[in-house]
């Protein structure tokens, strides 16, 4: 699903966030057609959503992919 960069077994961050921080939009809308729970999945280290992962990596096509598909704005990580 994704474009082979990062994602895997040993990494802290869940395709989604992959997807989320290189501004996959098809993978993002796959993942999340086949299961919207991801919208809030936490990653392993620091509890930071796809949300944080599209705004850290300045990606703001799919920050406002994930907003439209409900991502919680106000969401935080383990430093709040």
Same mark, same amino acid.
């Given at each position: 699903?994704?474009?082979?960069?990062?994602?895997?077994?040993?990494?802290?961050?869940?395709?989604?966030?992959?997807?989320? =921080?290189?501004?996959?939009?098809?993978?993002?809308?796959?993942?999340?057609?086949?299961?919207?729970?991801?919208? %809030?999945? =936490?990653? =392993?280290?620091?509890?930071?959503?796809?949300?944080?992962?599209?705004?850290?990596?300045?990606?703001? %096509?799919?920050?406002?992919?994930?907003?439209?598909?409900?991502? %919680?704005?106000?969401?935080?990580?383990?430093?709040?």
């Amino acid at each position: 699903v994704l474009c082979g960069v990062g994602a895997g077994p040993g990494r802290d961050m869940a395709p989604i966030h992959d997807a989320a =921080k290189l501004n996959d939009l098809e993978s993002l809308g796959q993942l999340l057609d086949a299961t919207p729970d991801l919208l %809030e999945a =936490k990653d =392993k280290g620091w509890e930071q959503r796809p949300l944080h992962a599209a705004c850290l990596g300045g990606c703001v %096509e799919a920050a406002r992919f994930l907003l439209d598909r409900g991502a %919680e704005i106000d969401s935080r990580d383990i430093l709040g």
